[in-house]
Each structure stands twice: as C-alpha cells, then as structure tokens.
C-alpha cells in the first residue's frame, strides 16, 4: 500500500482512499503489536486521508471515527491531552457530518460516547458519563434487532452506567448496567472474538453488585474465569483478563480467608504484570493490583520480603503516572497503605509520615463529587486516628472526625460505609466521655448492620464495631443488658468469620473477656 502511495499522483481521487487503508493496516497491528511507532503512522495516514478529503464528501466522516479512536488509542497510552481533545473533536465533526437516518450513526455514537467517558476518568465531571449514556442509549435505539453490532453497543452502555454508578452509588444505575451487559453477553455466539470483552463487562456488573450487597461474588468469577479461557495466551487482552480475575479471587480470600486463593490471585497478578509492556497505559494498574496481593499476603503470613515488594511495586506504579493524571490519587493512596504496614512492622516514624502526607495528597487532588473522596477521607481518617493514639493530641482526633463526617456525607444514606464515622466517635467518647458520641456511634453502627446483608464482607466488622459500642454503653450505666448485647453481637461476629482467616482472633478474643464479664455479673454474691 505505501508503495502504491508512492506511486500515486497528487490530487488523484484515489488517494485518500489509499492513506485510509494504510492508516487501518498500521493500526491494526498496533493492537497486536502495541508499538507506539505503529500507532503513529496510523494516525500519520488517516490524518492525511482526512485531509485530502473535501468537507462534503461522503467519505470524509468515516474517515474522521476512524482518525478519532486512534487519537483515543494514543490518548489511552501516553495520557496526553491534546490527542483526548483531537478525539473528540474528530468524533464531534464525524457525527455532525452523519444524518439521523444513516446506518452508521449509532457506531459514531458510541465512538464519541467511549471517547466522552475516558474525558470523564480524565477530569470526573459527571456530564460526560451523562453524555455518554445518552449517545449509547441512541445507538442502541437506532440498530435493527439482530444488528451485530448491538452487543457491542450494550456493552459500552452497560459500562457508561457503572461509571455512573461507581460516581453516584445509586443501584439504579447498577440494575441498568447488569441488564446491559447480560443482554450483550447473551446476543453474542460462544465463538464471538468479543465474547471474552463483553464477559469482563458482565463480571465487573456482578462485582460491583458483590461489593455493594455481597452477593455474586462465584457468578462474577465464573465470567471472568470464561473470559480467561476464551482469551488466547498471546492475546494482548489476556493480561487484563487475568487482572480481572485475580481480583475476584483476592475479593473471595478476604471473604472467606482460604490462603489458596490468595497464591492464585498473586500468580495471576505477577503474570498480568510479565505479559504488559512499560508503555502500555494498564501497567500501572496491573502493578497496583500485583502490591495489593503481596500487602495481603504479607498480612496474613508476615513474611518482610512481601511488605517490601509491595513498597517496591506501589512505588513503581506511582513513578509511571502522570503527576496530573486523575487517578493519581489512587497510587498515592496504595503506596501510603503500603509505608503504613511498613511502619506498624519496623517503627520508622518516617514511614508514617509520609504515608500521612500521601493521603493528604490524595485527598487533596480528588475533587469534591468523585466517588473515590468518601474512602479517601476515611484512609486519612485511620491514620489521624493512629496518630492521635500515638501521641494522645486531641486535635488529630477531632480532625479525624471532621474527615470521617465529611465522608459520611458524600456517602448515600442507604450505603452501609457510613458506619465508618463511628470508629472516630467512639475514640472521641473515650477521650472526653460525652455520651453524644457514644449514642451517636452507636447509631451508625446499627444502622450498619441493618443495611448490610448478612453475606457482606464486611459484615463481621460492623457486627464487632457494635459490641465494642455495646460495652462501651455497660461502662457507663452498669446495665446488663448491654453487655449481653456486646456478648451477642462478639459471638455473632466470630461465627460470621470462617476458621483460619486472618481477622478471627481479632473477633474471638473479646469474647472470652465479655464472658467473664458478664458470668461475674451474674455469680451470686459470696459464690
């Protein structure tokens, strides 16, 4: 083809087919390839079809979708600016050239949507998700039934309103994803080369539901694992697939604590981690997702070589993202879990220093309506907490409050994470003993349990959160019916954590000591 360029004269009507074809080949193989050198001279050769190619000529809009997703392919691997912008702007152009009628306007739709939506991680405002879903919403609506490109635009649907709802925390948002993405699953043939994509974005669905209400976990794992099994080894989609999974196994060993899972999801993450190359935009996650698995592993076994990689891996990870790029906020956060391990395990206030000042910035770079803020604050929040036992200063105290109400607030009223303001206020009680604290923690962690199903993984947690509260409230006016209450919701607490996870002996030990406590309350006297 380039010779045939070559061989072309200029103006030949022909010719902006030519660098089209050519600017398809090149990118084509950046897929397989992921040479940066590839997608250049892709988007070279559109750009110079587009170019050649008068405004009212029928083909000048297809060449634009096609120049604009290979702006969006650069832009997804050196997170440049100017080449989101140029998508977007090309995909704008391409659809304003596009009838109403026209067979192709729901496939630039949806390009412009996808294009929106990275526009939407870029900056987070919640407009473009909204965009997003009604250009998706119009490309479905505008297929013929049976059209194969209908899964494909209920998938990019189905996952325009999970990022809404990772935002928002509304469930409708999570019902319209699940019931996209089923159906995209459903529409495509086993054999279909995007069965494995569109599988990913079903078990996203199912994880999402899991984290939510604690259910779903094994069908999220099932797709995901079918996702694995139809991606070919050197299928350069194999190493997400393998992130996605390893994740639900690293979810289902902090369910149930089984160790084996814990290997497999590390394995998974290490190979996640060999088969990206430093230049592909998802290294940095896979490298997230690979210090998660050894801070875990760490955690549970206490082997220092883990703490360590994890540091070494978290650091990596934030060396390779972009000081503006807004998931930054993400790895400081990673990192600073990381030096805090590393300072509870060796004393090196230095380490927690700058896990605290990582937080800080974390917060600080997050705008006010990401959903990402409300456990942001919360991670700051532990850590003031930390240092207010450490120091016994009341001002860090009363600033992890603030931080933790300030979540509570960002929080949905029917989202079982508000429970995580009364951590702070039972502490606050115990420092200064005014009883709207303690009826205030109380409070939230009952409302807590009331939301949460009895399969949620963070069940047991909120279960021991009210026995503490519990016994807190029997210090303070003798009442025995309090402490058998903190005795129930202990016992409770152990029998939700299975045998052998790492949390148990955290929930079994208070029992002994309520036990005691409240069988001394009921001896007769001079027994």
Known sequence: ???????????????????????????????????????????????????????????????????????????????????????????????????????????????????????????????????????????????????????????????AFINQYQRSGDLKDLQAAMERTQEAVKLTPPDHPSRAEYLEGLAVSFGEQYQRLGNDLDTAMQMFQEAVDKTPDEHPDRAGCLQNLAAIFTERYHRLGDLEDLQVALQMDQEAVDLTHMNDPHKVTRLQSLAVSFTDRYKQLGDLKDLEAAVKTDQEALDLIPKDHPDRPSYLQSLAVSLGDRYRRLGDPKNFEMAMKMKQEAVDLTPASHSDRPWQLQSLAVSLEHQYHRLGELKDLQAAIKRRQEAVELTPEDHSDRSHLAVSLGDRYQRLGDLQDLDAAMQNFQQAVDLSPDNHPNMSQRVQGLAEVSRLHYQRFGDLKDLEAALKWHLEAVNLTPTGHPDRPSSANPCNVFQREVSAVRRPEGS
């Open 1 to 159: 083809m380039q010779q045939l360029i070559e061989y072309t004269a200029p103006g030949h009507p022909d010719l902006p087919q030519y660098h089209q074809r050519l600017g398809v080949a090149w990118a084509e193989r950046y897929q397989n390839t992921g040479c940066s050198e590839d997608l250049q001279a892709a988007i070279l050769n559109k750009q110079e079809a587009v170019d050649l190619t008068p405004k009212d000529h029928p083909d000048r809009a297809p060449y634009l979708e096609s120049l604009a997703v290979s702006f969006r392919d650069r832009y997804k691997r050196a997170g440049k600016l100017e080449d989101l912008d140029a998508s977007i702007q090309t995909g704008q152009e391409a659809l304003d050239l596009t009838s109403a009628d026209s067979p192709n306007r729901p496939k630039y739709l949806q390009s412009l949507a996808a294009s929106l939506v990275q526009r939407y991680h870029r900056f987070g405002d919640p407009k473009d998700v909204q965009v997003a879903i009604q250009m998706n919403l119009a490309a479905v609506d505008l297929t013929p039934s049976g059209h194969p490109d209908t899964p494909l635009y209920l998938h990019s649907l189905g996952m």
